[in-house]
């Protein structure tokens, strides 16, 4: 039902109750004009009653009540009811005519049977009390139907001689006639079926009214200003309470359930696109029932919707403390709505409703968060306003020793006092001078330390670096698997070798390079101050190469070299031909310029390798080193040998 049309009904019902009182008299006499009823008993029973809540207290100011007849004291179908607006005292007392609300009053055919009626009294909102057996007043209903037969006056049934002759001489009948004569003749107009008429100005003449009725009994509807009502009382037009507007409650409360409002209707018309109709989107505000069957019922007032169907929660809603729950998703105008806090980098915490808490990650063990590990204690005192309901507000701030920066208003900020250059405490994004000794817990410094001291980039020292006892110093090489720099307590350094036997052990190859400097030294060079001896790696190879064929008797030099230091000949490889089907060998010979050092053969028809295993032939320094190769004679067989390689391997004295 639309708003209008609730608004309408219940207007409606007030304007009769008010009528009824008035013109009870009125509506009896025009009831009786009407259907030639000269009954003059009255169309009302008075009756009187009190209310209660259902805390078990008088009901006070003013209820809506429903009022039925039964024909048992239980169950059955109701053979008439009505509803007044009943006036209650301070001990919810009340006194109703009843039939006043309803036109022409009470039926005198409820009572025509003779049998009991119960009368039900339903009051909106508060307990529903038992049927009441009605006694024998109302049935005076009877008595004033036995003047009538079947309705009309005895006079009816005369024959018209007679009643001609006793009208003539009776002058109440004669003046009876004369009303009745005269009625009929002022009662003129014509109506339209189903429009309830209405007298016209001249207040003799009959026509229409603006109330429509299509239906009977239950089905009966009222339109104003329409003739064809769509509900029980269809308004078209404004409408305009001067007084309470209720909307009642759809039925009595039981323990097992509640029962919300009639709702209150708002209605729309909107066009689909994809359906190509037209749609009733609604809004509906309805009272409902909260904590039924308990020591504190009561109701919440609600928002539902609907596109096109039954409406149905969206959410919103009003507690009976005037509270207000807001839907799912609801946002506030202003500079943002605060939807939900999630905890970033360092914090814990958070969510999207509730009293949100966020923590500092204690889950950090680098230092990066001071945390209070002991109680606070605060000096100032902490003052809310008056009737302040937010418990925990700070509404000033005072910077406490080594801060600063205070005060009572707006987004306050406290710093480190950087006035404080005795480092008692630590300023992150500035300079520290510690003046006390300074004492790190066992987990380091550093970002994820996994050591006592762990730095993630460059680390300097202006006067160099001490580990004191006998510490090692280790520095790994990034990108080679156990690669290190490494000291040990003894000062021996190692180069990939963390078990560094001399003053410096290398595992791998040294390789220097670089220019001259200006005083002729080369750059980046390796120096080896003196003529410390090299009995060991590394060793270093001079290679000789002859091409042949070589002619007999003919010697070859391959190798002249004039070492710069003393040197020591440990090794010498050949590497050829000597094709010449003699016994005669194919000889290399080292040697200086004065004397022979060393010589190695090449047999006859031999293709191969001839080592001649360790050697240890000591060369002073400025000797010049002479390989000269011998081939040997091979007559008629023409060249004696194909091509040659030596190889002299020494290392520096």
Not at 165 to 176: C, I, L, M, N, T
Not at 433 to 457: C, D, E, R
Not at 486 to 510: E, K, R, T, W
Request: with cysteine.
């Amino acid at each position: 039902m639309s708003l209008s049309r609730q608004v309408s009904a219940l207007l409606l019902s007030l304007a009769l109750l008010s009528a009824a009182h008035a013109r009870a008299g009125q509506s009896a006499g025009r009831a009786a004009r009407r259907s030639g009823d000269t009954a003059s008993v009255p169309q009302f029973i008075q009756f009187s009653g009190a209310l209660k809540s259902y805390d078990g207290k008088p009901a006070t100011g003013v209820a809506g009540v429903t009022f039925l007849l039964y024909a048992e004291e239980e169950g059955g179908q109701s053979l008439w009811r009505e509803t007044q607006n009943v006036s209650l005292d301070s001990e919810g007392r009340y006194t109703v005519a009843l039939g006043a609300a309803t036109p022409y009053g009470l039926p005198a055919d409820l009572f025509a049977a003779g049998q009991a009626r119960w009368l039900a009294v339903e009051p909106q909102g508060m307990p529903v009390p038992a049927r009441i057996l009605l006694l024998s007043v109302p049935y005076a209903f009877k008595a004033g139907d036995a003047e009538t037969l079947g309705g009309l006056p005895a006079s009816a049934f005369l024959r018209a001689d007679a009643k001609s002759r006793a009208e003539s001489s009776s002058p109440v009948a004669a003046s009876q006639s004369q009303a009745q004569s005269l009625s009929t003749s002022t009662m003129t107009g014509s109506g339209t079926a189903n429009y309830l008429p209405r007298w016209t100005p001249d207040g003799s003449t009959l026509g229409n009214s603006i109330l429509f009725q299509s239906g009977t009994g239950s089905a009966a509807k009222v339109g104003i200003n329409s003739s064809t009502p769509a509900a029980t009382l269809d308004v078209n037009g404004g409408a305009i309470v001067r007084g309470g507007l209720q909307l009642l409650n759809r039925a009595s409360a039981t323990a097992a359930s509640g029962a919300s409002s009639q709702p209150l209707t708002f209605q729309a018309a909107a066009f689909s696109s994809s359906t190509q109709k037209a749609t009733a989107p609604k809004f509906q505000w309805q009272a409902e029932p909260t904590a039924n069957n308990t020591a504190a019922p009561g109701a919440s007032l609600n928002l539902l919707y609907s596109a096109n169907s039954t409406p149905a929660e969206t959410g919103l809603k009003v507690a009976g403390n005037g509270q207000i729950t807001f839907a799912a998703g609801q946002t506030f105008p202003g500079a943002g709505t605060i939807t939900g806090i999630t905890a970033g980098a360092g914090l814990i915490g958070g969510g999207t409703n509730g009293a949100v808490t966020l923590n500092l990650n204690t889950a950090f063990s680098d230092s990066r968060y001071a945390q209070l590990g002991a109680a606070n204690t605060f000096t100032a005192p902490i003052t809310f306003a008056s009737g302040q309901t937010f418990p925990g507000t700070v509404t000033s701030v005072n910077a406490g020793a080594g801060l600063s920066g205070d005060g009572s208003g707006g987004a306050r900020t406290l710093s480190l006092n950087t006035a404080y250059t005795d480092g008692r405490y630590a300023q992150l994004g500035g300079n520290n001078t510690f003046s006390g000794v300074q004492v790190m817990s066992k987990l380091g410094i550093g970002i994820a330390p996994a050591y006592p001291l762990h730095v993630n980039g460059t680390m300097r020292a202006e006067t160099g670096l001490s580990l004191g006892g006998n510490a090692t110093l280790s520095v790994d090489a990034p990108g080679v698997a156990n690669g290190h720099f490494f000291v040990n307590g003894y000062g021996n350094v190692g180069i990939n070798n963390i078990a560094p036997q001399s003053a410096l052990d290398v595992v791998g190859n040294i390789h220097s390079t670089g220019a001259l400097t200006s005083a002729g030294v080369a750059a980046n060079s390796l120096q080896i101050n003196g003529d410390n001896a090299m009995t060991a790696a590394p060793h270093m190879y001079l290679t000789g190469y002859v091409q042949g064929p070589m002619q007999a008797l003919t010697s070859q030099v391959p190798i002249v070299s004039i070492p710069s230091k003393a040197i020591a000949v440990t090794r010498m490889v050949a590497d050829g031909i000597n094709p010449c089907p003699r016994s005669d060998n194919l000889v290399f010979d080292l040697s200086t310029r004065s004397a022979d050092l060393y010589h190695i053969s090449l047999t006859a028809n031999s293709d191969g390798i001839t080592d001649s295993g360790p050697l240890y032939i000591a060369i002073p320094a400025g000797t010049t080193i002479v390989g000269r190769v011998d081939p040997p004679n091979c007559g008629s067989f023409g060249p004696s040998t194909g091509d040659i390689a030596v190889t002299i391997e020494y290392v520096m004295q």
